[in-house]
């Protein structure tokens, strides 16, 4: 089973920068696509961010221009980097394959943006 450790988060003020990562207890080259998650108290979780292993990326329309998704194959590993960060910003963050599998999720990262 595919283990999804997810670290970078904190507290960061409006128009701050914060870069996630998600490690994969697996070759990343086995999973076709991964995307980043996020989650804010009361509300659903959401798909905010995708890349295929070609390295096609895909963003949802509040963070484009502002978020970059990557992966590394050689650290099996797939980041986040976040910049101009809002306080609309402010979730638990999760990676996971797309479309996700419920036995994948972690324990997230939290991220919160507020002055």
């Known amino acids: 089973q595919v283990q999804l450790v997810e670290s970078g988060g904190g507290l960061v003020q409006p128009g701050g920068s914060l870069r996630l990562s998600c490690v994969l207890s697996?070759?990343?080259?086995?999973?076709?696509?991964m995307g980043w998650y996020r989650q804010a108290p009361g509300t659903e979780r959401e798909l905010v961010a995708v890349i295929t292993r070609g390295g096609s990326a895909n963003y949802i329309d509040s963070v484009k221009g502002r978020f970059t998704i990557s992966r590394d194959s050689a650290k099996n590993t797939m980041y986040l980097q976040m910049n101009s960060l809002k306080p609309e910003d402010t979730a638990v963050y999760y990676c996971?394959?797309?479309?996700?599998?419920?036995?994948?999720w972690g324990q997230g990262t939290q991220v919160t943006v507020s002055s």
């Open positions: 697996t070759s990343i080259y086995s999973v076709n696509t």
């Open positions: 996971n394959v797309v479309p996700h599998v419920s036995a994948y």
